[in-house]
């Protein structure tokens, strides 16, 4: 692949993307010939109602379950063809994922939360601690490494999740209803920080109930029954963000 055209592969790629649960009469199809693109830079944001298929797309999207048909590629790498080392190892280097409920370790402090992705992928602790440190600070929390998840504010446990998410230059964040648990305040600041994630060379995949938090997306794409029925872009004007901020 020519450089140029690397620089051009989107970060992610699904391709008539289908999902289905069960088999015969009790089958639900969770999505249904969904195509989309992430490219770097790119914040796009998934809004639906309970049960359209947001959590599935996330799912698919990460790698965490194979679509029943289509395909899912990311950073160029066609995830139907690796083995699961390979599929596991791109989980690791390639997306971090950003959950509701933070999903940190108790029995860890913030930069150790931050750092276990590198040091899971046999980076030396020294490294992998630096690289986390930076990430802490990138999120504003680099005085709060050494503090324990219960130490923190609920806002600040998630940027903690954002920081591990991009830790070590990983480029597709995934992210779940990442405000769900916070007041308006600070799920405003989460977003924030995941939106200069983003503008600083990530791709990422906001799943969000609140059209005010998917203001801060690029595009927000409207799932129905496990369809994109409606997309809207904000082409670089600020109409979008003005109207609703
Ligand atoms: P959302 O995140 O938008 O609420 P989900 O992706 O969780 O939607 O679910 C989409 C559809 O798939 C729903 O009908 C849900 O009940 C169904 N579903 C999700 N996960 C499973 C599963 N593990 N087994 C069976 N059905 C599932
Ligand atoms: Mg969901």
């Known amino acids: 692949m020519s450089a140029l055209r690397q620089a051009q592969e989107p ?6 993307v289908t999902q289905q649960y069960g088999t ?3 089958a639900v199809s969770a999505l249904s010939g969904v195509d989309l693109e992430v490219a770097r830079g790119e914040l796009v944001a998934i809004m639906g109602a309970s049960g359209s298929g947001k959590s599935t797309l996330l799912s698919v999207a990460g790698g965490l379950a194979a679509p029943t048909t289509g395909e899912v590629v990311v950073d160029g790498a066609y995830l139907s063809e690796q083995s699961p080392t390979q599929l596991a190892a791109l989980r690791r280097r390639s997306l971090g994922f950003v959950f509701q409920d933070f999903n940190l370790i108790p029995t860890l402090t913030a930069v150790e939360n931050v750092m276990l992705p590198l040091e899971l992928d046999g980076f ?14 990138s999120v504003g929390l ?13 806002g600040q446990q998630q940027r903690v999740a954002i920081a591990r998410a991009v830790v070590g ?16 305040v600070t799920g405003e600041l989460v977003l924030r920080m995941l939106r200069a994630r983003v503008d600083a060379g990530a791709a990422a995949i906001l799943v969000t109930h609140e059209a005010r938090h998917a203001a801060w997306a690029d595009r927000i794409v409207f799932l129905r029954d496990g369809r994109i029925v409606d997309e809207t872009r904000r082409d670089g004007a600020e109409s979008l963000l003005s109207s609703t901020r």
């Open 124 to 137: 030396r602790a020294r490294v992998a601690r630096r690289a986390g440190t930076d990430a802490l600070a």
């Open 169 to 184: 230059g990983r480029r597709l964040i995934l992210a779940d209803e990442p405000t769900g648990a916070l007041d308006s």
């Open 142 to 154: 680099a005085d709060k490494a050494g503090a324990y998840p219960d130490d923190l504010s609920g």
């Open 11 to 16: 970060v992610l790629r699904l391709i008539g």
């Open 24 to 26: 015969g009469s009790t």
